[in-house]
C-alpha cells in the first residue's frame, strides 16, 4: 500500500469563495521521494495541513500510512515528520532546547535517535547554545529539520524548506534528502524551484489548485510537444516583442540569457530561416537560434497555456 493516499481532495476558504485546492488526487509510495512542483498559491500548503492533519478537507478522503486523515488525526500526528514553511521553531530557545522540547513531546531522547540525525546535527552542534533566532537561514533549516526526525517519522511532509536560503544550503540540504530516502524514509517535498523537480523520483505539477501532470521528471520533458530552440540578439528585451509579432511562433518565453522558442508549423527550417529575416528586418543584430532540451519549467509554462 502506498504510504500517502489523496482522492479528489478540495479545500476551500472564504466561505467556499476561493478554491485552494481542486479535486486533487495522487499518492506517494513507501520509501519514494515525491515532489509538488508550483508557484505560491498554488495549493501546496494547504495539501500539506490537509495530509499532517492541522487542516480538515472539504471534500474527497485521504490517508497516510495506511490512517484517515480526518479520522485518524491522532495516530498520523506519531508517525509523520513536518517542516512548515515558515521557521516555526522557537525563537528564543537554543538550538538543543529545541531539540530536547521536540523529543519530550513524542516521549523520546535526542540520544535514542541521534543515529537519524547525526549527519545533520553534527553540523549545527558548535551552535547549539545559541538561541534559533539568531541562526542563519541554512541553520535554521538543519535544526528544523533535525527537530521534524527527532521522533524517526516514517512519512516526512517538507514545504518549500529551501525557500530564502543560499545555494550551497540548498544543495546539501537535497544530500540529506537523499540520505534520509535511502533509511526508507517516505518524502513529500514542495518547492516552487523547477530545478529542483529533477532531484525527485516523481513530481506532481501544480498551478490554481489543480494537478496538470504527474510522472516522473524524464518523462514530462519526453513528453513535451514541440521541438524547442533558444535564440538570443544584442538587444533582448525588443528581440522578445519583436519574435511575438512573428506569425509563425507557438511560444516565446524568456528563459535566462536566452528566449525559449517553440514554432507552429512542421516545416521548422523555412520558418527559422523566416523568422532570422524578418528580426534582421527589425535591425537585429548577432542572432543566435539553436535547438534546446526543454526543462520543467519549460513543460510547466506548455501545461499553464
Not at 492541522?54 to 488525526?73: A, E, M, Q, T
Not at 537519524?116 to 533549516?141: C, H, T, V
Not at 534528502?177 to 523547477?194: A, Q
Not at 516523481?202 to 489548485?209: E, F, M, P, S, V
Amino acid at each position: 500500500m502506498a504510504d500517502v493516499i489523496l482522492q479528489n481532495i478540495t479545500k476551500t476558504y472564504n466561505k467556499g469563495e476561493t478554491i485552494a485546492v481542486k479535486d486533487v488526487s495522487f499518492s506517494v509510495e513507501k520509501g519514494e521521494l515525491f515532489g509538488l512542483i508550483g508557484p505560491d498559491g498554488a495549493g501546496k500548503t494547504s495539501i500539506f495541513r490537509m495530509l499532517t492533519t492541522l487542516l480538515l478537507p472539504d471534500g474527497g478522503n485521504g490517508s497516510v500510512c495506511g490512517f484517515d486523515i480526518v479520522k485518524d488525526y491522532k495516530a498520523i500526528r506519531e508517525m509523520v515528520g513536518y517542516m512548515p514553511g515558515r521557521f516555526s521553531l522557537y525563537q528564543d530557545l537554543t538550538v538543543e532546547e529545541n531539540l530536547s522540547f521536540f523529543a519530550t513531546v513524542f516521549k523520546t531522547t535526542i540520544e535514542e535517535n541521534y543515529d537519524l540525525i547525526r549527519d545533520i546535527y553534527i553540523q549545527i552542534e558548535p551552535f547549539k547554545n545559541r538561541r534559533a533566532g539568531k541562526l542563519s537561514g541554512g541553520m535554521k533549516q538543519k535544526l528544523a529539520l533535525c527537530c521534524a526526525l527527532i521522533h524517526r517519522p516514517i512519512v516526512l511532509f517538507l514545504d518549500e524548506p529551501t525557500t530564502g536560503v543560499d545555494t550551497v544550503s540548498r544543495k546539501e540540504f537535497w544530500e540529506m534528502l537523499k540520505r534520509l530516502k535511502s533509511l526508507g524514509i517516505t518524502i513529500l517535498v514542495s518547492t516552487p524551484y523547477m530545478d529542483e523537480a529533477m532531484l525527485c523520483e516523481r513530481i506532481a505539477l501544480i498551478q490554481n489548485g489543480e494537478i496538470m501532470s504527474i510522472n516522473t521528471p524524464q518523462k514530462i520533458i519526453s513528453e513535451y510537444p514541440k521541438k524547442l530552440y533558444a535564440i538570443k540578439s544584442k538587444n533582448m528585451s525588443h528581440l522578445l516583442q519583436d519574435i511575438r509579432q512573428f506569425d509563425g511562433i507557438e511560444s516565446c518565453n524568456s528563459f535566462g540569457e536566452n528566449h525559449h522558442i517553440s514554432f507552429n508549423d512542421d516545416n521548422e527550417l523555412e520558418i527559422q530561416q523566416k523568422l532570422i529575416a524578418f528580426l534582421r528586418a527589425k535591425n537585429h543584430q548577432q542572432i543566435e537560434l539553436k535547438p534546446v532540451t526543454p526543462t520543467i519549467e519549460d513543460c510547466f509554462i506548455k501545461l499553464m497555456n
